[in-house]
């Protein structure tokens, strides 16, 4: 997501956000889920093709893993980075598991751990990045990347455990968003965010209806508003409201035209049945 002021005309930046899936030693789906083998290609493929990348579990605890990724991340031209805290040998709960890498300067940076969430995530110190990018001269970017709550039931409810959590980790996004760039931002200069934000933005599809997938979940429009500033309005008060309103675009949704499916996509057989379209990571069941 971005804000909605001009941007500055730059040369091409090509920007990555992904969730690398590399959790902890003992944590997996399916055997190792080929951490190991799945590192070697990103530092090998994926890492040169990229001038500034956002990672998400890219874990610190109880692994090496990431600071390999660090130091072939500088040898191959990304001499500045930034990431989630490392924990004491007294905190027990995993690192954030976020890093970004960039090629370009980075003349600030900031980072937030958010409270502890709920279910498993109660066990990584989840949170958000921030850093200022000088992309040529007098040419900055202001880069957010966060990976928030997640939810480990299919289509839950708002009023589920984890949303709330969620929607509280969104708006303490949005504070640590106005105080990071409160003394360091020109009004030009734009704000983008990205992450894993572990929202379903597509709405229950209606398959009578192949028009429904253009839609919006309400989570998703939640999202938004508490991102704007206008916050979610029940009944007779508003939760999450911010005095100072911004413009909210997501870049991706209107590339595609639709909230693309980036986990568990599937596959329709000639018979009509689901078939997985990826079975090494995802959960068994």
Same mark, same amino acid.
């Not at 956000?17 to 902890?24: C, D, T, V």
């Not at 984890?162 to 931002?185: G, H, N, P, T």
């Not at 689901?274 to 069941?285: C, F, N, Q, Y």
């Given at each position: ?27 997996? #789906? ?11 290609y990103?530092?090998?493929n ?46 027990? +709960? ?7 890498? +960039? ?44 990976h ?40 030009h ?8 934000? #572990? ?11 192949? +028009?429904?997938?253009? @839609?919006?979940?309400? !989570? ?8 704007? @500033?206008?916050?979610?309005? !029940? ?23 639709i ?14 049945k ?12």
């Open positions: 997501m971005i804000d909605n002021n001009a941007i500055p005309s730059f040369n091409e930046v090509r920007l990555l956000s992904i969730n690398l899936f590399m959790r902890p030693p003992l944590i997996r #789906n399916n055997a190792s889920d080929y951490k190991e083998a799945r590192l070697e990103f530092i090998e994926i890492l040169s093709i990229y001038d500034i990348i956002c990672l998400e579990e890219m874990f610190e605890f109880g692994s090496t893993r990431r600071q390999r990724l660090l130091e072939a991340a500088f040898k191959a031209g990304f001499e500045h980075s930034w990431t989630s805290p490392r924990n004491s040998l007294f905190n027990f +709960s995993i690192d954030g598991g976020l890093v970004i890498l +960039s090629r370009f300067p980075i003349r600030s940076r900031d980072r937030i751990t958010y409270p502890y969430g709920t279910h498993s995530d109660r066990l990584s110190a989840k949170g958000a990045l921030y850093v200022k990018i000088e992309l040529a001269k007098d040419q900055f970017i202001h880069l957010f990347s966060t928030t709550q997640a939810s480990y039931v299919a289509s839950p409810p708002l009023s589920d455990k984890s949303v709330l959590v969620r929607e509280q980790q969104i708006f303490l996004l949005r504070q640590f968003i106005d105080k990071a760039i409160v003394s360091r931002r020109s009004s200069e734009p704000i983008i965010l990205v992450g894993d934000l #572990n929202v379903n933005s597509r709405p229950l599809l209606d398959p009578s209806d192949p +028009s429904s997938v253009k @839609g919006d979940s309400q !989570e998703y429009l939640n999202m938004v508003k508490i991102l704007s @500033g206008e916050g979610i309005r !029940e009944d007779s008060h508003v939760r999450y409201s911010n005095e100072k309103m911004i413009g909210v675009r997501d870049v991706i949704k209107e590339h595609y035209g909230h693309p499916i980036t986990f568990a996509d599937v596959l329709k057989d000639n018979d009509g689901m078939i997985p379209r990826e079975v090494i990571l995802t959960s068994k069941g």
